[in-house]
């Protein structure tokens, strides 16, 4: 029985990242950077009012807290003007915020410090030179690097783009993921089931699961398990795809027919992994191209555990994670729980945090059945017990691994 570290490790050396692509800024978001994005120009790119106020020379109001100033208002300027405008000595010109400050003007008297007046204005408070003024290129340099190589894309990322004139990026763009479901018992969630027929769960959740590792997915639905026409459906999935996930292609008779349907494709490696639940399963290279291919248990728990655990790190990789691994924490359990002698145990779990000492706990749930798909739908996280501990209990310390986000 092979480690989940040994086969773990198997599965992210397999890791492709795909070329890289240009897409538009807009469609950028949670990808990683693919080139150093080089300002050419600098932001902002002129002297502009921070506030709406007054653009003076901060010398014109020095004295303004002892003894208020008048000042006439000679002009206004409203963000967007084009209109070069000069200030002379003891001059004030009403500004907008983003306006363009008039030559001379070296500081902005916030609305707030004067009486607001349009023809003449009584300034009450002094401002410094460069006060309430954003300077030209104070946040960019023209030729400094806006967005790094290998940053990840998030809205300010998008943002700062935009702000240096890029209406487009190179990134690394999402793997594209193909899901699977093999059982002559499934039909598709729009059927009725009849005797002996459930819903195909497998290809909904795993190409839910593949969507919020980052992947693009292609979820192909229900499979025959005959050994042509399984080959040639895989076989072209492996032309569209960095990875390929098949749901319910271990164990039994139809273990045997998929793993000789797929021989000719490549080797895929079916064995027992030490953990629970999700122990059989299988992973090969196919192809020309020796894309990763999964075979998962045709259990949906079992198969999103055994997702969790392996396929998504491969996911996560393949976008040029550094770190493809969801958080863990150390959390004091609240009720006891038993775990399968070797085998590394991924239970459900809702993590908590004590208010009164931010101290993480947890509560197991649903141990008692590797079926219980509801117990995953509330857990938030996977309590991971080790091959050598089969009885954990109230008070000890485990390991906890996040999941997604709820609420």
């Not at 998030?154 to 935009?162: E, F, P, R, S, T």
């Not at 290809?203 to 040639?232: C, H, N």
């Not at 490549?266 to 027992?272: K, Y």
Request: charged residues 20%; glycine residues 10%.
């Amino acid at each position: 029985m092979r480690s989940v570290d040994e086969q773990l490790a198997r599965v992210i050396a397999a890791a492709v990242r795909p070329a890289p692509v240009r897409v538009a800024i807009s469609e950028s978001q949670g990808l990683l950077c693919a080139e150093e994005v080089v300002a050419e120009r600098a932001l902002p790119g002129f002297d502009q009012a921070a506030v709406d106020g007054y653009a003076v020379r901060s010398v014109d109001v020095s004295g303004a807290n002892a003894n208020p100033v008048q000042l006439p208002v000679v002009g206004e300027i409203p963000a967007g003007s084009r209109q070069p405008r000069r200030l002379q000595p003891g001059q004030a010109v009403r500004v907008a915020t983003g306006a363009p400050l008039p030559t001379l003007a070296d500081a902005v008297v916030p609305l707030g410090y004067t009486d607001g007046h349009h023809a003449k204005v009584t300034v009450n408070r002094s401002v410094p030179s460069a006060g309430f003024v954003r300077r030209t290129g104070e946040d960019v340099q023209t030729g400094d690097v806006a967005v790094r190589r290998g940053s990840s894309i998030g809205a300010a990322q998008v943002g700062l783009l935009a702000a240096v004139g890029r209406n487009k990026v190179l990134v690394h763009p999402r793997p594209r993921v193909s899901v699977i479901s093999l059982g002559e018992e499934l039909v598709d969630v729009d059927r009725t089931p009849g005797q002996g027929q459930v819903y195909d769960v497998n290809s909904y959740a795993l190409a839910a699961a593949a969507r919020d590792a980052g992947a693009e997915v292609s979820r192909v639905g229900i499979m025959s398990a005959d050994p042509r026409r399984l080959r040639e459906v895989v076989e072209g999935r492996l032309l569209l795809s960095e990875i390929v996930v098949i749901a319910g292609g271990v164990g039994g008779s139809i273990g045997d027919e998929v793993k000789a349907a797929l021989a000719e494709l490549g080797d895929m490696d079916v064995t027992r992994i030490a953990m629970h639940p999700g122990s059989a399963q299988g992973f090969g290279r196919l192809g020309p191209d020796a894309v990763p291919t999964f075979l998962l248990p045709a259990n949906p728990m079992s198969a999103l555990v055994v997702f969790e655990v392996l396929v998504r790190p491969l996911i996560r990789a393949a976008l040029g994670k550094k770190n493809p691994y969801r958080r863990a924490v150390s959390a004091r359990l609240l009720s006891p729980l038993s775990s399968t002698k070797g085998r590394r145990g991924f239970l459900r779990g809702q993590l908590l945090r004590d208010a009164d000492n931010g101290e993480y706990l947890v509560q197991p749930l649903g141990t008692s059945g590797a079926h219980l798909l509801a117990s995953l739908a509330e857990a938030n996280c996977l309590i991971m017990v080790e091959e050598d501990v089969t009885e954990v209990s109230v008070g000890e310390e485990v390991l906890v691994s996040f999941l997604a986000q709820r609420g």
